[in-house]
């Protein structure tokens, strides 16, 4: 196929309590689908205080022009009142300005829209061309195929459907631009940061996920759920029941209105398989669930169904692997 | 202080719906309605914080065929003040919603503006963001708890790494998640209260605006649909599969 038009894009690289978030390279992995269709040239957009490492790490991303760095007091915590209208003016310069479909790229990417009188596309699962995206809907329930023809296209990038990119051998070029002058709307107070992935891999990233729903009926409970984690070196994710119960932090819940998941195997272990537990784990390769209930929706969409006593059938599990 | 709660009708979450055959759109003529539940934990907290004395007035705006009158009584009987119906059968993206919201916070200057973090239909996730940036406003998004101050306000959001608190300036827009309030129900006499509040009906015309849609839908297609699998009798069946079979182990 020859590529007869060239474009450019924006890229925003997140970052996480551990700096450069992984997240990143599974967005790079939806700019090379888009690549199939254009000859893209990408710059990469790391903007915040002291974020200079983060930078030289995103250099390390092949097939990418340049990192730009914003490093200065303005863009602290990446707060959305001083980063949109900055990103939306550096943003016209580009065809396409992309960034995670993450609770960062949530709330930055539509007010940078609106101020560049922009209709994003978000949460898009699939690149068919240049400019036709598809996106769910109804969680999930529903595919939807749009097509934009606006000055800039504005993509944010479910991550868990794309494949993630490697690490090059070469180094782009890290060039320091001025960062988002400082800004009076918004301020920080304190971050809860609940999880910090040393030991166990972050959830969206993991090859196994083991979610646990209101049949574990404690936060001690879910102690069982990190054992057999611990095993199978997965992450752990919760239903928004076991959230809202308090078995677990708000960052682990699974659903159209969590996270969204695909890893190899998900083991879903005393939870129903509600319509919007399911938008966020639909796409996972392997699906397990352990049920006392022989109805429950969840083993419509299992491949393996157990119907058992959970506090059972989890200590033999571990005992078995 | 004034808050402006925009509200959405929805199909009920517990409805199953499918994408029509035709692919020009879902099956949902005949689905059951109700209030999105992002819009309605945030007529809740606007009520909440009237009865705490915060708020003197509560107004809720739904833009949408005479049907959404439905759910604008719905709150009012909630115990929003008054509502605003903004009329027109055009099912209108984020943007173009974002910009008619924009026009009544101009009329109404309200000091907090309350949406619902994302519509569970489209789920888009960007009404609140577009109207904070048209408005100049800063924004708390994924609000799980919200603390009103003399002149500003402080709000937790649900972030994927955890929490984080922020203090807005005022007047903000707020997006609300799941865990900020447990909506009340509506209660008899309540119900009876809200048919003689006024609700106030706009034709969208007047508002006149660019609200033609910038996205072409070609097509709503059902996704590919998980194959149900096997029961298997015990654990020490469930990791032979998973190993033998599955080859996930
Ligand atoms: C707008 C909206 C958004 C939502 N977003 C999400 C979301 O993002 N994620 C999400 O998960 N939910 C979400 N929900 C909630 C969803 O509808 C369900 O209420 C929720 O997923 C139920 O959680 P659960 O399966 O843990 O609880 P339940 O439905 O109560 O299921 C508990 C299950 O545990 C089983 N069980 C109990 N004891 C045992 C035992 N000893 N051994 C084995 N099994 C046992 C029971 O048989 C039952 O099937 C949302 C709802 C709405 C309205």
Redesign the interface.
């Known amino acids: 196929m020859t590529l007869l038009n060239n474009s450019t894009a924006l890229v925003v690289i997140e970052q996480d309590a551990t700096g450069f978030s992984p997240i990143n390279l599974k967005v790079m992995g939806a700019i090379e689908c888009l690549r199939k269709f254009t000859r893209l040239t990408v710059d990469l957009l790391v903007v915040g205080k002291d974020c200079t490492a983060v930078a030289e790490t995103a250099a390390r991303i092949p097939g990418i022009r340049q990192v730009l760095v914003a490093d200065g007091s303005g863009g602290e915590h990446q707060l959305s009142e001083a980063l949109s209208p900055w990103l939306a003016d550096l943003a016209f310069a580009y065809d396409y300005l992309v960034m995670g479909s993450t609770t960062f790229g949530k709330n930055l990417l539509p007010r940078v829209a609106a101020l560049m009188d922009i209709q994003p596309v978000t949460d898009v699962v699939a690149i068919e061309s240049t400019n036709t995206f598809q996106r769910p809907i109804y969680a999930g329930n529903a595919l939807m195929r749009v097509m934009t023809d606006q000055a800039t296209t504005l993509l944010s990038i479910r991550a868990s459907v794309f494949t993630a990119v490697r690490f090059g051998e070469l180094v782009a070029p890290v060039i320091a631009i001025a960062p988002p002058p400082a800004q009076v709307l918004s301020r920080l107070l304190s971050q809860q940061q609940v999880q910090v992935y040393t030991e166990r891999p972050e959830l969206t990233a993991a090859r196994v996920v083991v979610s646990g729903g209101r049949g574990l009926q404690s936060g001690d409970n879910f102690q069982l759920l990190y054992q057999l984690a611990d095993k199978l070196e997965a992450a752990v994710g919760a239903s928004r029941a076991a959230v809202d119960a308090g078995f677990a932090a708000n960052d682990i819940q699974v659903g159209q209105t969590g996270k969204v998941v695909a890893p190899e195997l998900y083991i879903a272990v005393g939870l129903s398989g509600a319509i919007q537990h399911i938008a966020g784990m639909r796409d996972s390769k392997v699906v397990v669930a352990i049920n006392k209930d022989p109805d429950a929706p969840i083993f419509q969409v299992a491949d393996y169904g157990l119907v058992a006593d959970l506090f059972t059938a989890i200590p033999e599990l571990i005992e078995l692997l | 202080m004034k808050i402006l709660v925009a509200i959405k009708r929805v199909?009920d979450?517990?409805v199953?719906?499918?994408?029509l055959v035709d692919g020009n759109g879902?099956d949902i003529a005949k689905a059951r309605t109700v209030t999105n539940p992002f819009c309605e934990i945030a007529v809740e907290e606007a009520v909440r914080l009237k009865e705490q004395g915060v708020a003197t007035e509560v107004v809720v705006v739904s833009i949408g065929p005479p049907s959404v009158q439905e759910q604008l009584r719905n709150a009012l009987a909630l115990g929003a003040d008054r509502a605003l119906h903004i009329q027109t059968d055009s099912s209108l993206?984020?943007?173009s919603i974002?910009k008619v919201l924009r026009v009544i916070v101009s009329q109404e200057l309200p000091q907090l503006i309350l949406l619902g973090?994302?519509s569970?239909?489209?789920?888009?996730?960007?009404?609140g963001?577009?109207?904070?940036?048209?408005c100049g406003?800063?924004?708390?998004?994924?609000a799980?708890h919200i603390d009103y101050k003399k002149d500003e306000v402080?709000v937790t959001?649900?972030?994927?790494?955890?929490?984080?608190?922020?203090?807005?300036?005022l007047p903000a827009v707020i997006t609300t998640?799941?865990?900020l309030n447990q909506p009340r129900f509506p209660t008899m006499p309540n119900i009876m209260k809200a048919r003689q509040k006024p609700l106030e009906i706009i034709a969208l015309e007047t508002i006149s605006m660019d609200v033609q849609?910038?996205?072409?839908?070609?097509?709503?297609?059902?996704?590919k649909l998980?194959?149900?699998?096997?029961?298997?009798v015990?654990?020490?069946e469930?990791?032979d599969?998973?190993r033998q079979e599955?080859k996930?182990?």
């Open positions: 199909v979450p517990v199953r719906v499918r994408p879902m993206e984020p943007l974002a973090k994302q569970i239909d489209g789920d888009h996730n960007q009404t963001q577009m109207l904070a940036a048209l406003y800063p924004q708390g998004t994924f799980s402080w959001r649900e972030l994927d790494s955890g929490l984080e608190t922020l203090a807005l300036a998640d799941l865990r849609p910038r996205l072409q839908t070609l097509a709503v297609e059902a996704p998980r194959q149900q699998g096997v029961k298997v015990d654990v020490a469930l990791v599969k998973l599955a996930v182990l």
